[in-house]
């Protein structure tokens, strides 16, 4: 019975969009506030409606209730419980619940903080939000039904896909949505500021939490996944350019240049059209995202295989959207009053160039991604469009982005001093070549190239610091005063500085990896030794080992260093025994931040084991610098002027702070 009251919760949950989704819309057009004090109200019992029904299928998987046939094809009674758990949304049914019940929080979310939005406005988005969700609903309940029922009931469940039983598979997609559905808040602002037709600094101020809360995610999400390849897969690599990856990878694009130029149409009321313009583009690429990997119209270990019928229905989703939010501004557009001018070099004129560069470089993700899939689609030829084209066209557009990041905070709004920016970043460049120079001397050399780009990580690093280190007056004050400035900046500036600070970062390791990385592939028989990094490697053997649904053969591997043992690696290849689906488990041994990566291949005839060996010298820094990225932007949101909802702080609070405290943006 509990299973029908889920699905019959998102039949309510579905007529109570219908009534957000008209209604307080009608009350924005006639001023009228009974109609509009609907959409808060509405949206609550929406999101309640929507979280019991996802608690019901959590549930069932718990329960191990094999009537249900969703929890039968993707569960078994032996997993573990966090993968039953997480086997809630290890499908295409359950995922695309769990995308209801996150867009429907943020539409809660919206109707609970936005208590300083004008009633209009803000019923306006309540409105927009209730139309994705509805749509999405139907989708669920007319062709991803999660609660259909089995006849008979069968004993046991065919069990989740064996590659989605990890624990980075049980954190992954909750982020990636958090991200993902995230824009959807951004999105309904720019519909709902084009519907009404005021869009000014406030309307940035109100959409810019959202933006940095919906980024944040994205990049956590991002990182997980491309950890999980990286780890459970066995291929040894971090990122693919599997289209699928590139599926997320495009919003994060756009967002990251939506968030820089709300902030120059907060600051300085220009850019306005291009603002609205990316608000829309980067929900629009969230949602081409969910079509990719929906439609079943790509192979890839990332999506599901699914009825076309599915395909069908979310393009129609992303049609009536998408094509929808941009008539609208097509017409709304040339209405809107211009912002203010600025000169090319100043802050605002940096951060033009930084989202230009983003957006060519979505739309260079874009092309490569969907160009095999239209001229299959229209000649039936198949090619492959791989890591060559996405590494040159992707790397050449971020030469310029890393070189101009560091001046843009260093540059006056309006009207900035090239030369003075160059003079207060000599010494940050002077260091950053220096170090890039010491790192390929320790490495033992490589392409000289690789020497540039490793300084350009550095050099973000040190010109976040550099930022800050003007911005505290480090150059003219005492020690003392510096730091006491240093402590007076506003949440917003550290969290900057930690956001390039991790970009640097991340930039830093995909250079270092990319180049000096090694990959040993050798038979090894119990007793053979192989160097790798320098390191030792001795293979002890197999062990068979059971686990709760799996067999697995492990192999053992000690390591040694100038003849001292530090330490050993386990690397498997299991079998679940309910889907007879073999996987390979790699052993990976950490060292700072380098990691030994060991990865079992197929048995020989003669008893020897293929093996592969990776050394792969600064690879973590690849997700160092996305965890220093994510911890900028919930640093930045912790600050009170980027709380939604927050008071504005008073003018006499203002007067009594110490001088010199009030740093600007």
């Known amino acids: 019975m509990i299973i029908e009251l889920g699905h019959y919760a998102l039949v309510l949950a579905l007529a109570a969009t219908v009534v957000l989704s008209i209604l307080p819309m009608i009350g924005a057009r006639r001023g009228d506030a009974a109609l509009m004090a609907i959409g808060t109200t509405g949206t609550l019992v929406q999101f309640a409606l929507v979280a019991f029904s996802f608690g019901v299928l959590t549930y069932a998987y718990m329960v191990s209730d094999f009537s249900v046939l969703n929890v039968w094809q993707n569960s078994h009674s032996l997993m573990p419980a966090i993968y039953r758990f997480s086997g809630v949304w290890g499908n295409h049914e359950g995922s695309m619940l769990l995308w209801l019940l996150i867009l429907t929080l943020f539409s809660a979310m919206v109707a609970v903080f936005g208590t300083n939005l004008p009633d209009r406005l803000k019923a306006n988005v309540l409105g927009v939000q209730a139309w994705i969700s509805g749509a999405f609903i139907l989708f669920i309940l007319l062709t991803s039904n999660p609660f259909a029922r089995l006849s008979p009931v069968p004993a046991e469940g065919?069990?989740?896909?064996?590659?989605?039983?990890?624990?980075?598979?049980?954190?992954?997609?909750?982020?990636?949505y958090l991200g993902y559905v995230g824009f959807s808040v951004c999105f309904s602002f720019a519909v709902a500021a084009l519907i009404d037709g005021r869009i000014d600094a406030a309307w940035a101020r109100w959409v810019r939490p959202w933006t940095l809360a919906a980024w944040t995610f994205l990049t956590a999400g991002i990182a997980m996944g491309s950890y999980w390849a990286y780890y459970e897969l066995g291929w040894g690599g971090w990122w693919f350019w599997d289209p699928v990856e590139n599926a997320s990878f495009m919003p994060w694009l756009a967002g990251t240049a939506l968030l820089h130029s709300a902030l120059v149409m907060e600051k300085r009321e220009a850019l306005k059209i291009w603002t609205v313009l990316l608000a829309i583009l980067t929900f629009s690429l969230s949602l081409l995202g969910t079509f990719l990997v929906r439609s079943g119209v790509l192979t890839s270990v990332h999506a599901f295989a699914t009825d076309p019928s599915r395909g069908i229905f979310i393009l129609c989703i992303l049609t009536f959207f998408i094509g929808g939010a941009l008539?609208?501004?097509?017409?709304?557009?040339p209405l809107l009053k211009a912002g203010g001018l600025f000169a090319p070099i100043s802050r605002e004129g940096a951060l033009v160039l930084n989202n230009l560069i983003l957006t060519v470089s979505a739309a260079t993700v874009l092309i490569g991604t969907l160009y095999p899939l239209l001229l299959e689609?229209?000649?039936?030829?198949?090619?492959?469009?791989?890591?060559?084209?996405?590494?040159?066209?992707?790397?050449?557009?971020?030469?310029?982005?890393?070189?101009?990041?560091?001046?843009?905070?260093?540059?006056?709004?309006?009207?900035?001093?090239?030369?003075?920016?160059?003079?207060?970043?000599?010494?940050?460049?002077?260091?950053?070549?220096?170090?890039?120079?010491?790192?390929?001397?320790?490495?033992?050399?490589?392409?000289?190239m690789a020497i540039l780009g490793m300084a350009a990580g550095f050099f973000l690093m040190f010109g976040a610091i550099t930022d800050l280190w003007y911005r505290a007056g480090f150059n003219k004050q005492s020690w003392s005063i510096g730091f006491r400035r240093l402590r007076g900046l506003p949440r917003s500036a550290f969290g900057t500085?930690?956001?390039?600070?991790?970009?640097?970062?991340?930039?830093?390791?995909?250079?270092?990896?990319?180049?000096?990385?090694?990959?040993?592939?050798?038979?090894?028989?119990?007793?053979?030794?192989?160097?790798?990094?320098?390191?030792?490697?001795?293979?002890?053997?197999?062990r068979s080992f059971t686990g709760p649904n799996y067999t697995e053969d492990r192999g053992h591997f000690n390591l040694s260093l100038d003849g001292k043992s530090v330490g050993d690696v386990w690397s498997s290849k299991r079998l679940y025994t309910a889907r007879r689906m073999p996987t390979t488990e790699a052993g990976i041994r950490t060292f700072g931040t380098n990691q030994l990566y060991i990865s079992l291949g197929d048995g020989m005839a003669d008893g020897g084991m293929v093996v592969r060996i990776w050394w792969k010298p600064f690879i973590l820094c690849i997700w160092l610098g996305a965890l220093v990225m994510m911890t900028g932007g919930f640093v930045s949101l912790s600050d009170r002027r980027l709380r939604v909802g927050a008071p504005t702080r008073r003018a006499k609070a203002v007067k009594t702070m110490p001088a010199g405290l009030e740093a600007a943006e």
């Open 327 to 333: 008539t609208l501004f097509a017409f709304r557009a």
């Open 158 to 176: 065919e069990d989740l896909n064996p590659v989605l039983q990890d624990i980075g598979l049980a954190i992954h997609p909750p982020l990636l």
């Open 377 to 448: 689609t229209l000649t039936g030829e198949k090619i492959s469009v791989g890591a060559p084209f996405f590494n040159l066209t992707f790397g050449l557009l971020m030469v310029p982005l890393l070189v101009a990041m560091p001046f843009g905070p260093l540059l006056a709004w309006k009207r900035g001093d090239l030369l003075g920016a160059l003079q207060r970043l000599y010494v940050a460049a002077g260091l950053a070549l220096v170090a890039g120079l010491t790192l390929f001397y320790i490495e033992n050399g490589g392409p000289v």
């Open 497 to 542: 500085a930690l956001a390039h600070f991790g970009f640097g970062v991340t930039v830093l390791g995909i250079v270092a990896v990319t180049t000096f990385e090694t990959e040993t592939v050798v038979e090894m028989k119990q007793g053979a030794t192989v160097e790798a990094g320098g390191y030792s490697i001795t293979f002890d053997g197999l």
